[in-house]
C-alpha cells in the first residue's frame, strides 16, 4: 500500500452504507423480537432474558425495525427466553414463576 501524502495524523473520515433492504433483512434471517420486550435501562437498550428462574437484564443492539418487531444484532441467541412487556418495577435478580 503507498502512501498518501494527502492524508494527516489525526484525519478521519466517514463511511456511508446503503441502506438496508426488505429483502436483505429477510435473506439474512436475523433474530427478530418483540418491539415490546425492549428497555432502557441508565440509556442502556436490552431486554429481561430467564436465567436460572430470575430476570437478568441483558444489553442488545438492534438492527431494522419491520411493524411490531426488532431485529436483534447481537445481545440474544435464537432459544434465550425474554420477557415480553416486563412491568417498569422489574429488576435484576428478581424471581420468576415460569410455567
Not at 8 to 19: E, I, P
Not at 46 to 72: M, S, Y
Amino acid at each position: 500500500m503507498k502512501p498518501n501524502q494527502d492524508l494527516l495524523s489525526g484525519m478521519f473520515g466517514r463511511l456511508q452504507f446503503s441502506s438496508i433492504t426488505r429483502q436483505n433483512v429477510a435473506a439474512r434471517q436475523g433474530l427478530m423480537i418483540p418491539e415490546d420486550a425492549i428497555v432502557k435501562q441508565f440509556g442502556i437498550t436490552g431486554v429481561f432474558k430467564v436465567v436460572d428462574q430470575q430476570a437478568q437484564f441483558n444489553p442488545i443492539t438492534t438492527g431494522q425495525i419491520e411493524g411490531k418487531t426488532v431485529e436483534v444484532y447481537s445481545g440474544l441467541e435464537r432459544g434465550d427466553r425474554i420477557i415480553v412487556n416486563p412491568s417498569p418495577k422489574l429488576e435484576n435478580g428478581t424471581a420468576l414463576q415460569v410455567s
